[in-house]
Each structure stands twice: as structure tokens, then as C-alpha cells.
């Protein structure tokens, strides 16, 4: 049901952006139509343009998101098991939270260069926040008692952490994942601002320097597919690996 009213969406939207472009209601400029868009779309695909760009683009997304959530489960954990170091590290980590990535970007070009390390140190910034904030608030979450009953077992700190504190922490964590998924492909277009010659946000910097409107659509509409493609991929492995989350984190059962 849930995928009927969500086609039944997708369908409204593309069926008032065809009349809108059909009546010449809004400049064939501004928005081309959903055929110019569509046909844009197979010339990019079959020249392997925007198979390149889609490759490029996949690759600093999932490195920067996957040291994202790698930086943020070790942080959190030293945090919930170490309180001075968490008194330590609050004040800093939360200043640099309330800076957005984007702005950090010089510092960035200048300690990493404008290569790929930087594309994907912009990413890891834009992942790391609120998937962090995932990570601690779910341990920070997990019931007390639930660790007593695995000291009392004879259970070693590892063991809690994955037996125990892990698995009770998981519906906070999915859903920052999910989020921080997000925004690595929201922060994608900045990071591909500086020195690049290939990928989605390149691709659509570029189109906008020669005022093809269509290859600009064509690029967001790849973006959010992709995007929607992931996080789909992301509910579906939760839904597979562990089953007992769906209620809690209330993804659709199709």
C-alpha cells in the first residue's frame, strides 16, 4: 500500500510538470520538458558519460560515509565507556557540529590539497554529526540492568559492548545512519565544487555553466534515485538482518 501511494505521487508530480511545460506555462528554459529531460538522460547514458559520473560520485560517498560511520562508532564508544574523556571532547565536538561543512571547505583545500582526500573529507563532516549522535544516544539508552545482568554472566567489557550494548543500541544507530546517508549525498555537489572533472555534482556545476537546464535535471533526478536506491537497500538489510528492528524503527514491510 505503501509503495501505491508513493507511485501514485511520483505519477501527479510528473504528470503536472508534462501539462505545465506542454501549456508553456513556465519557459521551456527554466524547465524543459519531461521528454527533453528523458532524452537528455539516454544521451548521457549511452555516450557512458554519466555512467563515469555515477561511478565517481559512488566511490567518494561510500568511502567518506563509511569512515564517517567508522570514525563515529569508535568516538562514541570511548565516550559512553570514558566520561572524563567525554567531558573533553563535548565542548570541541560540539562547536565544530555547529559549523556547516561547506564553510570549512578552504581549511580543508588547504590541509588536504584539492584532491580526492578533500572531496571525501567534506563528506566525512557532513556523515560524521549525525551519525554520531546516533551511535552515543542509543548506548546512552541501553537499559542498565541489561549490563549488570551481563556482568553478573561474566561478561568482558567487549563482550557487553557486543553482546549487550550493541544490539540494544541498534534502532538509534539505523536511524542515524540513515540520515548520515543523507547528507552524504546532500554535501556531494559541494565537494565536487573545487577541481573536479568527474562525478554527479561536477556534472551538474558544469551544466550550469552552459545554461543546459535539461543535463542540470537530469543530475538531481540521478542524484535522488540513487539516493532513494541506498536508503531502500539500507531499510531492506535491516528488514533481512535483523528482523526484530522493523516495529521499532516502523519501515514498511514492502
Not at 25 to 45: E, N
Not at 149 to 168: D, E, K, N, T
Not at 177 to 192: I, K, M, S, T
Request: hydrophobic share 55%.
Amino acid at each position: 500500500m505503501r509503495f501505491f501511494y508513493s507511485s501514485v505521487v511520483f505519477l501527479s508530480v510528473l504528470i503536472a510538470w508534462f501539462v505545465t511545460s506542454s501549456l508553456g506555462l513556465v519557459s521551456a528554459f527554466l524547465l524543459p520538458s519531461p521528454q527533453r529531460v528523458w532524452s537528455t538522460f539516454i544521451t548521457l547514458l549511452s555516450s557512458g558519460k554519466l555512467v563515469q559520473h555515477i561511478g565517481v560520485s559512488l566511490g567518494r560517498v561510500g568511502a567518506g560515509y563509511a569512515i564517517a560511520v567508522l570514525l563515529a562508532l569508535v568516538t562514541s564508544l570511548a565516550m559512553v565507556n570514558w566520561k572524563a574523556l567525554a567531558r573533553l571532547l563535548d565542548p570541541p565536538m560540539e562547536f565544530v557540529r555547529q559549523i556547516p561543512p561547506l564553510a570549512l571547505m578552504p581549511l580543508l583545500m588547504l590541509w588536504l590539497g584539492i584532491g580526492e582526500t578533500q572531496k571525501i573529507g567534506i563528506i566525512i563532516l557532513a556523515c560524521f554529526f549525525p551519525i554520531f549522535l546516533s551511535f552515543r544516544g542509543g548506548f546512552a539508552q541501553v537499559d542498565p540492568k541489561l549490563i549488570d545482568v551481563g556482568r553478573a554472566a561474566g561478561f568482558s567489557r567487549l563482550q557487553l559492548m557486543r553482546r549487550i550494548a550493541i544490539p540494544a543500541a541498534l534502532p538509534a544507530m539505523f536511524v542515524g545512519l540513515r540520515v548520515g546517508l543523507g547528507y552524504g549525498w546532500r554535501a556531494l555537489v559541494g565537494a565536487e565544487l573545487i577541481a573536479s572533472a568527474a562525478g554527479l555534482g561536477y556534472m551538474i556545476l558544469d551544466a550550469q555553466d552552459l545554461a543546459r537546464t535539461d543535463i542540470v535535471l537530469v543530475g538531481v533526478l540521478v542524484i535522488g534515485i540513487i539516493g532513494l536506491l541506498a536508503d531502500s537497500g539500507l531499510k531492506a538489510l535491516v528488514r533481512w538482518r535483523f528482523p526484530w528492528l522493523r516495529q521499532e524503527m516502523e519501515l514498511p514491510h514492502a
